[in-house]
C-alpha cells in the first residue's frame, strides 16, 4: 500500500503529461488547419501517441475541445495572476476582461472553434459554466467597490453573470457579428452595465462615463 501511494504523484504527472500533450497536438491542429478542425487519427499522429491514447484520456473529441475550453480559461486566471492588477472588483473585473480579450485575440481561428465547439450538444455537461463563473469570481475578489447594502446579491449573481456576459459577446464574435477590435469594448459596455447596479455610489459616475464613452465612440455619436 505504501508503495503504491508513493507511485500515485509519478502516475499522476505522466498522466497530466500525457493529455497535456495532446492537447498541444489539438492546438497545433486547429492551427494549422483551413476549417479549425482535426480527425482524431491526425491528432494522434500529431502527438505522436497511440491512436487510442486520446480516447483513453478524454473519451471523444467533444472532451478533447471542452478540456481546450477550460485550458484556454486556467491561462485566463494564470495572465490575470501574474499581471496583478491593482484597484477595487470593478478595476479588477474590467481588466480581466481586457485580458481575456487579448489572450483570445492571440489564436483567435483556434480559440474560435474552440469555444464554438461549446455550442454542440453533449451527453456529458462540461466545467465549463463553473470555470467561468470561478473566473471572475476571482477577479471579484472581495467585493471592494460594492455598495454594502448590495454586496450579498453581488456575491450570489455577479460572477456568474460576467460569465454569461462575456460568452454572450465572444459568441458574438465568432458569429462574426464582432469584429476583434469590438470584442473588448463590447464586454466592457456589458460589464459596466451589470456593475452599475451594483456599485458604490461614488464608482457610479466612472461607470456611467466609461459606456458613454465606449458606446459613443462606437456609434460615432454624442449622448
Known amino acids: 500500500m505504501m508503495e503504491d501511494t508513493a507511485r500515485q504523484p509519478l502516475r499522476e504527472r505522466n498522466r497530466q503529461l500525457a493529455r497535456d500533450v495532446v492537447l498541444d497536438a489539438a492546438e497545433r491542429l486547429l492551427r494549422k488547419s483551413d476549417t479549425a478542425d482535426f480527425s482524431m487519427r491526425a491528432l494522434a499522429v500529431e502527438a505522436g501517441v497511440g491512436f487510442a491514447t486520446p480516447f483513453n484520456h478524454f473519451g471523444s473529441k467533444n472532451a478533447i475541445m471542452q478540456a481546450l475550453s477550460s485550458r484556454l480559461i486556467e491561462r485566463m486566471a494564470k495572465r490575470f ?45 462540461s466545467s465549463v459554466r463553473q470555470n467561468s463563473r470561478q473566473l471572475w469570481a476571482l477577479a471579484l475578489a472581495s467585493f471592494t467597490g460594492i455598495a454594502e447594502d448590495m454586496r450579498a446579491m453581488a456575491q450570489a449573481t455577479l460572477a456568474e453573470q460576467l460569465a454569461f456576459d462575456f460568452r454572450g459577446c465572444v459568441s458574438f464574435w465568432i458569429a462574426g457579428e464582432l469584429e476583434d477590435e469590438d470584442l473588448g469594448t463590447a464586454f466592457r459596455v456589458g460589464a459596466c452595465t451589470l456593475l452599475l447596479g451594483f456599485a458604490n455610489p461614488t464608482r457610479r459616475s466612472y461607470l456611467i462615463g466609461q459606456i458613454k464613452s465606449l458606446q459613443s465612440a462606437r456609434s460615432g455619436l454624442a449622448w
Open 81 to 125: 495572476h501574474d499581471e496583478a492588477p491593482e484597484g477595487d472588483a470593478i478595476d479588477r473585473v474590467l481588466e480581466m476582461g481586457r485580458i481575456s480579450v487579448a489572450l483570445l485575440l492571440e489564436k483567435p481561428d483556434v480559440h474560435k472553434a474552440v469555444v464554438g465547439s461549446l455550442g454542440v450538444a453533449s451527453p456529458v455537461p
